[in-house]
């Protein structure tokens, strides 16, 4: 499977450009963070993939062809977990399942859903309610919708939000199992989901792509960026990612264009990087 979108613009009913000439090419295997603060256009960009909502301009094809042409083949190869989710309360596990799975069209349900709830970890409650259900416990039902019928685009929007680190954990072992023969889109607030499995970021910011390549690279790009000083509260051209207390007084660390020549230089992680893209991007406009 192979997805390009091209030169996508989205415009909303009142104006609002939610996305500005967006273009990303994806072949499997290929699992993509995909990151930027809110308000950057990440859910429309999914929901345009999903056919869910049409672009005001440009075109996304997916091997080779029109994705509106094929909505349903789409639909049926595709598994998306939205951020907001309405699940069925008063359905067990297993019949929500069961449903979606009718939905998608899948032939076998039963043994695609025994399948999906082994793989979420979701056994000992495939008999009850959704209602009775923990938040984290309500997410992996959603991720396990997701993986009905093994699909080969799968798109998850904040997937690890409710989780608690060990599930987290667990479910980025899973992800990016799934995403050895897959395109795996992860949109996510959280850095270190990126970290740990994405071979490929995408970051967006106010509609725009702003850096499209591997998490490595970006750390690159950041260094002689990025140092831990004094707290000074007259010197703003900074912005800090943390501050630490300690005996000898805060210490901060933050990223920069130009560090202060009182900070040490530290090696960047992702966040780090993440942020100095960002608020370079704010300071160049
Ligand atoms: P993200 O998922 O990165 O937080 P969104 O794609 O939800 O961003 O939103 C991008 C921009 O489009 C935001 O400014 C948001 O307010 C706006 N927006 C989103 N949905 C609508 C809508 N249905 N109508 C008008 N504006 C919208």
């Known amino acids: 499977m192979d997805i390009s979108i091209n030169q996508i613009n989205k415009i909303y009913q009142g104006g609002k450009k939610a996305l500005k ?6 072949k499997r295997p290929d699992l993509i963070g995909l990151v930027g603060p809110n308000g950057a256009g990440k859910s429309t960009l999914m929901k345009l993939l999903v056919a ?14 029109d994705l509106l042409k094929n909505e349903i ?49 979701l056994e000992e409650k495939r008999k009850a309610k959704i209602k009775t259900l923990s938040g984290g416990q309500r ?22 939000v409710g989780l608690d680190p060990e599930e987290r954990i667990n479910f980025r072992n899973l992800f990016s199992k799934k995403a050895e023969d897959k395109i795996v889109i992860l949109s ?27 998490p490595e690279q970006l750390i690159v790009m950041a260094q002689e960026h990025v140092g831990i000083m004094e707290e000074n509260k007259k010197e703003k051209a900074y912005h800090i990612t943390a501050r630490i207390n300690t005996a000898n007084g ?4 933050i990223v920069a264009n130009e560090l202060p ?6 090696e960047p992680t992702l966040e780090d990087a993440y942020m100095y893209l960002i608020t370079r991007e704010e300071v160049n406009g």
């Open 261 to 266: 020549t009182e900070a040490k230089p530290a």
């Open 52 to 65: 869910e909502l049409l672009p005001t301009a440009g075109e996304i094809t997916v091997d080779g062809e």
């Open 139 to 160: 997410q992996r039902v959603g991720i396990a919708q997701a993986f009905l019928g093994n699909p080969g685009l799968l798109i998850f929007d904040e997937p690890t």
């Open 73 to 121: 083949q789409m639909k049926a190869s595709l598994g998306y977990l939205p951020q907001t989710f309405g699940l069925y309360d008063e359905l067990t596990v297993y019949q929500f399942l069961d449903y979606m799975a009718a939905l998608k069209g899948i032939k076998n349900g039963k043994e695609a859903i025994d399948t999906v709830i082994k793989e979420t970890n």
């Open 21 to 26: 000439d967006v273009s990303i090419e994806m």
């Open 250 to 253: 805060v210490m901060c660390r």
């Open 188 to 214: 996510t607030h959280i850095i270190e989901d990126v970290q740990s499995i994405c071979n490929r970021l995408i970051v967006l910011h106010e509609g725009r792509i702003r850096y499209d390549g591997t």
